[in-house]
């Protein structure tokens, strides 16, 4: 079965430091792949997603960056955090597809900038 | 471009009534439209998708409308349970694309 693994769990940072979660997936090959956020009582926002090993798309600009170096690889980094990253980043993966399938997602990191 | 509207406010129910959650979309009707349950903490999990040419999807004790008409989904839970206290998101596909736009969810309390 497939599995999806985001660490770490929760993670606090000053403001200006640099950043890096890391997303893998089990047991599937070549998945779509998704960055989101989710603020306190808002909606996921979508950052970026991954069709391909080195194929990323951006969907917000912001100080964040993606890389798929591998095909079930999914890395979130930043060179300078800012007090607006804050936040709940969700990693998903699904078959690829153009909207009729599932998403599954891991647990979570919990951002917090100080 | 496309939005969802959920119900922000909580939805408060007892236990063994039937919940019913709203996702309404404001502009193009979606080929796809899906919903997920999402617990305090923790990433989503899927529940249900049904199809534009579909009208009605099941699931156990959970059912899922779509109304092209009305740009409207409507997610029901039958005889609730307090375990069914979570938000409820509804998501839909972008235009053919492979990006996903997601609604606020509205969070259902089940009442024992």
């Known amino acids: 079965s497939q599995t999806i693994h985001q660490w770490p769990a929760t993670l606090v940072q000053p403001v200006g430091s640099p950043l890096s979660l890391e997303c893998t997936v089990e047991g599937t090959s070549n998945p779509n792949l998704y960055w989101y956020r989710q603020a306190a009582g808002r909606g996921l926002q979508l950052l970026f997603y991954s069709v391909g090993i080195g194929q990323i798309s951006s969907e917000v600009p912001q100080n964040l960056s993606a890389s798929r170096p591998q095909d079930r690889q999914f890395i979130l980094s930043s060179k300078k955090l800012l007090l607006s990253d804050s936040g709940f980043y969700l990693c998903?993966?699904?078959?690829?597809?153009?909207?009729?399938?599932?998403?599954?997602f891991g647990d979570g990191t919990r951002l917090s900038i100080l | 471009s496309q939005k969802i509207e959920q119900n922000s406010e909580a939805l408060n129910i007892q236990e063994g009534k039937t919940a019913t959650l709203t996702c309404n979309y404001t502009?193009?009707?979606?080929?796809?439209l899906q919903w997920y349950r999402q617990d305090p903490g923790r990433g989503p999990v899927f529940l249900l998708l049904i199809r534009e040419n579909e009208k009605e999807k099941r699931k156990e004790r959970l059912k899922v409308t779509f109304d092209t008409t009305l740009k409207q989904s409507l997610f029901h839970i039958t005889a609730s349970q307090p375990a069914d206290s979570a938000t409820y998101l509804c998501?839909?596909?972008?235009?053919?694309?492979?990006?996903?736009?997601f609604g606020t969810g509205t969070r259902l309390k089940v009442l024992a």
């Open positions: 998501a839909l596909d972008e235009g053919g694309t492979y990006k996903y736009i």
């Open positions: 502009n193009y009707s979606p080929a796809y």
């Open positions: 998903a993966w699904s078959v690829d597809s153009r909207g009729n399938q599932p998403q599954h």
